[in-house]
């Protein structure tokens, strides 16, 4: 079955750096566009950033555009996500969905379980 695990979530201060990873399991990761949602602390889910499954092709929401990187390693089904210069608004529990297109960041068929980050001093 899909299984989609983050990790590497955790507490960084302000303007620090945070990697978070998803271990793909359960399909073809390769044949995918992958992204990443966030759910911030009494608010609706945000899309962050999505990438092509071959990662040619990636896209932000401005939001983080600049700061943020995904990236994905379709040899160890990894999808990575890769945040600097963070703020407090980015504080939330950060979730790896599967897209059900090749090309396409969206819609989603699968999610992870989320991973917890905290941007505070």
């Known amino acids: 079955q899909v299984q989609l695990v983050e990790s590497g979530g955790g507490l960084v201060q302000p303007g620090g750096s945070l990697r978070v990873s998803c271990a793909a399991s359960g399909f073809t990761f390769t044949n995918y566009a992958m992204a990443w949602v966030r759910q911030g602390p009494g608010k609706g889910l945000e899309w962050v950033s999505g990438i092509t499954s071959g990662g040619a092709t990636s896209a932000y929401a401005d939001s983080v555009k600049g700061r943020f990187t995904i990236s994905r390693d379709n040899a160890e089904n990894t999808l990575l996500l890769q945040m600097n210069s963070l703020k407090s608004e980015d504080t939330g529990v950060y979730y790896c969905?599967?897209?059900?297109?090749?090309?396409?960041?969206?819609?989603?068929?699968?999610w992870g379980q989320g991973t917890q980050v905290t941007v505070s001093s």
């Open positions: 969905v599967k897209g059900i297109y090749s090309g396409a960041y969206y819609p989603y068929d699968y």
